[in-house]
């Protein structure tokens, strides 16, 4: 189709499609995943609030659901109850032992409840998108799911234009990072980090792009790792039954699993882990760079791995998960360091 298709001619595409997921068709067709979902309002999807203060407090009588938060490369899903929220006018957080995310409220723009025949079954979601359709964030109902708590809050949830379609706003130009990295101040400011999240303040306040000051820091606190190393990291730590923390996200969500993985499988390109809880599927000839990297903190530093893509943006961030108030255990710090350089040197 070489115009925009309508909602009506979106629709067909689905139906004609049965088996293709919903990303893949709406590339195939041009659009955003939000255009093709919007499309269904009125038939097998209800627009919904995007206030965090009603749609958080209300999952957790739902029981039981999986979380799903993903980027260009990247799929991550966590299974649980969303409990323990948090609520920031800037920036939200669950808190629960399973479902952990953070949340930017400002970049979520729509939001829609699903409901279709699957079979027998009917398969129900809360799908959330940004302003260009990008998806930021779904929540899928589950066999546990308290099914009359899911749908009395979808009643509550559901605003009251309830039109086909949708309009996409153009992605803001991102703004200019410098290129010639201030590395003495850089690396005055990346040595005094007391906490891991002041690194983000780090990059904003001297405007440097996240790769470009991991590659310039020097190997003291960053050194590039072979892109098998995500592979090997994963299998080292499951070996060792290493409880790690994995971070997936977008501009508009960050979700976050905590714990041991044990059932990693490749498909193809794809990189899974398929735990009871907790899966992973990451694209893993998309990764470009791994670099392994410390940051002080004020116990100790700690080491994160970490993957970019070709754009140099942040695929998929890993932690050895520590006990609170200590640093992080010996056994992620060995893994880590032993992980193949690309100048094939043992870290320092």
Request: glycine share 6%; proline share 4%.
């Amino acid at each position: 189709m070489t115009n925009t298709p309508s909602p009506a001619e979106i629709r067909d595409a689905v139906r004609d499609n049965p088996k293709m997921r919903t990303r893949d068709l709406a590339q195939t067709l041009g659009i955003s995943e939000g255009e093709l979902v919007a499309a269904h309002c009125g038939h097998t999807a209800r627009r919904i609030t995007v206030d965090f203060e009603k749609i958080f407090p209300g999952l957790e009588a739902a029981g039981e659901v999986m979380a799903l938060t993903r980027n260009e490369n990247a799929v991550h899903e966590k299974i649980g109850v969303y409990d323990k929220y948090i609520a920031g006018k800037h920036a939200a957080m669950m808190l629960g032992e399973k479902i952990d995310t953070r949340m930017f409220p400002a970049k979520w723009a729509h939001g829609f409840a699903l409901e279709s025949a699957d079979g027998d079954a009917v398969k129900r979601s809360l799908q959330f998108f940004d302003a260009q359709g990008m998806a930021v964030h779904k929540v899928h109902a589950r066999p546990a799911t308290n099914i009359d708590k899911w749908n009395a809050l979808v009643d509550r949830l559901a605003i009251d234009d309830q039109s086909e379609g949708m309009a996409v706003v153009p992605a803001e130009t991102p703004s200019e990072t410098i290129t010639e990295v201030p590395l003495d101040d850089l690396r005055d400011r990346w040595s005094r980090m007391k906490d891991t999240h002041q690194f983000v303040t780090i990059l904003r306040k001297l405007n440097v792009a996240r790769l470009d000051a991991v590659r310039a820091i020097g190997e003291d606190f960053a050194w590039q790792i072979d892109n098998s190393s995500v592979e090997a990291m994963l299998k080292l730590s499951a070996n060792e039954k290493l409880p790690i923390m994995c971070f997936v996200g977008n501009e508009a969500c960050i979700q976050i699993h905590s714990g041991p993985v044990a059932n990693i499988k490749t498909m193809g390109p794809w990189l899974n882990i398929m735990d009871g809880d907790f899966h992973l599927h990451l694209r893993t000839d998309r990764i470009e760079e791994v670099w392994a990297v410390r940051k002080p903190t004020d116990k100790g530093h700690v080491t994160s791995l970490e993957a970019y893509d070709a754009d140099g943006e942040l695929i998929i961030q890993f932690f050895g998960k520590r006990i609170e108030g200590q640093d992080e255990r010996p056994i992620w710090r060995e893994i880590m360091e032993s992980l193949p350089r690309v100048d094939g040197r043992k870290a320092a």
